[in-house]
């Protein structure tokens, strides 16, 4: 039987310990916090993420970061924005296979999840798992298509074995910039949609606005030497479809919320609001026209209203498509 450590047990890394239990491997779950750990092992329950759902036996939860596996890989279920710091002040985990299962771009050093597993981790072997899914349907064993990125070809198609079940369907890339790249961007590109429905502009306005998008994500990636076909793919265009149109995406509801000028869940986790942030800025320093990016951002920093950011993004020049 295979061995899968998980670290963060909030919705996706449990999702994801649930999955690949049912799968047989054995699963260590590793929570920061003591009570939760306690809960959840004694329960076999996370109401809280994924009310219904039964931990399987063969799920391990533990709040001893000592306790993970010294086997098999590591996945990294943790917030993009904490990963550097957390990794930093782990050194057991350098030259482990580090699975990063967040979306995003650090605020402080402008990379990606595999850059920051580099600095922090110089001997781990990085990997990006990413793509269109939620906890909750990964959770209840519905049928799920992702991204596993890895430039290590044999590191790669090993996780690929370890990490599929009949129902979680791995397809492997050696573009790692590409993957995490398309994951990072699509989440600011989610918040817009919201926007644009929460203010009331219609479907139209979404799809038009989703394509736009796509555009900049494609723009930016090529420009940081990802591969178009990644960015078409499940980790890029797959993953926009399904944040851009659901309301289980955080990111998109974040979105709904702005646009309708309500507050927001301060204890909810929303990637695409830090990301927007790092990829304005990055955007700037590289000279991308990122112009749907740059309005969030500017939404977020309340430098401009709803009303005067839509009248900046419908007054561009009009060019050939």
């Known amino acids: 039987m295979s061995?899968?450590?998980?670290?963060?047990?909030?919705?996706?890394?449990?999702?994801?310990?649930?999955?690949?239990?049912?799968g047989g491997a054995a699963v260590t779950l590793w929570s920061r916090d003591p009570a939760q750990a306690a809960r959840l092992a004694a329960t076999r329950q996370?109401?809280?993420?994924?009310?219904?759902?039964?931990?399987?036996?063969?799920?391990?939860?533990t709040a001893e970061i000592g306790s993970i596996l010294a086997e098999g890989p590591?996945?990294?279920?943790?917030?993009?924005?904490?990963l550097g710091g957390f990794l930093s002040a782990q050194p057991g985990l350098d030259g482990r296979v580090l699975v990063a299962c967040c979306k995003g771009i650090d605020l402080e050093t402008l990379e990606g999840p595999a850059r920051v597993i580099c600095h922090a981790c110089p001997t781990?072997?990085?990997?990006?798992?990413?793509?269109?899914?939620?906890?909750?349907?990964?959770?209840r064993g519905m049928p799920t298509a992702l991204t596993l990125a890895c430039a290590d070809v044999a590191q790669g198609e090993a996780l690929q074995r370890r990490l599929s079940t009949p129902v979680l369907r791995l397809y492997r890339t050696i573009d790692v910039a590409g993957a995490?790249?398309?994951?990072?961007?699509?989440?600011?590109?989610?918040?817009?949609?919201?926007?644009?429905?929460?203010?009331?502009?219609?479907?139209?306005?979404?799809?038009?606005?989703?394509?736009?998008?796509?555009?900049?994500?494609a723009r930016m990636a090529e420009a940081l030497g990802a591969r178009a076909e990644t960015l078409a793919g499940l980790s890029g265009f797959g993953d926009l479809v399904?944040?851009?149109?659901?309301?289980?995406?955080?990111?998109?509801?974040?979105?709904?919320?702005?646009?309708?000028?309500?507050?927001?869940?301060?204890?909810?986790?929303?990637?695409?609001?830090?990301?927007a942030r790092a990829v304005a800025k990055l955007a700037g320093q590289r000279g991308l026209e990122?112009?749907?990016?740059?309005m969030i951002a500017a939404l977020l920093d309340r430098e401009c209203s709803i009303e005067e950011a839509a009248e900046s993004l419908l007054t561009r020049p009009l060019k050939q498509e």
């Not at 996370?46 to 939860?61: K, M």
């Not at 590591?74 to 904490?82: G, I, K, S």
């Not at 919201?194 to 502009?201: L, N, Q």
């Not at 955080?250 to 709904?256: D, I, Q, V």
């Open 180 to 217: 995490e790249l398309g994951g990072a961007l699509k989440n600011v590109i989610a918040i817009a949609a919201g926007v644009v429905i929460g203010a009331g502009f219609g479907d139209s306005a979404r799809a038009a606005l989703m394509t736009r998008g796509y555009a900049e994500m």
């Open 290 to 294: 990122m112009p749907i990016t740059r």
């Open 74 to 82: 590591v996945l990294l279920a943790l917030p993009m924005q904490q």
């Open 3 to 22: 061995a899968v450590s998980i670290l963060g047990a909030g919705a996706f890394g449990t999702a994801l310990a649930i999955a690949l239990a049912r």
């Open 242 to 275: 399904l944040t851009c149109t659901s309301a289980q995406s955080r990111n998109f509801r974040f979105g709904l919320a702005l646009g309708r000028g309500e507050e927001f869940d301060p204890g909810v986790t929303v990637e695409g609001a830090a990301t």
């Open 46 to 61: 996370n109401p809280d993420r994924l009310p219904g759902v039964e931990i399987p036996e063969n799920v391990s939860v």
């Open 124 to 139: 781990a072997t990085p990997a990006i798992l990413t793509g269109p899914s939620f906890a909750a349907d990964i959770a």
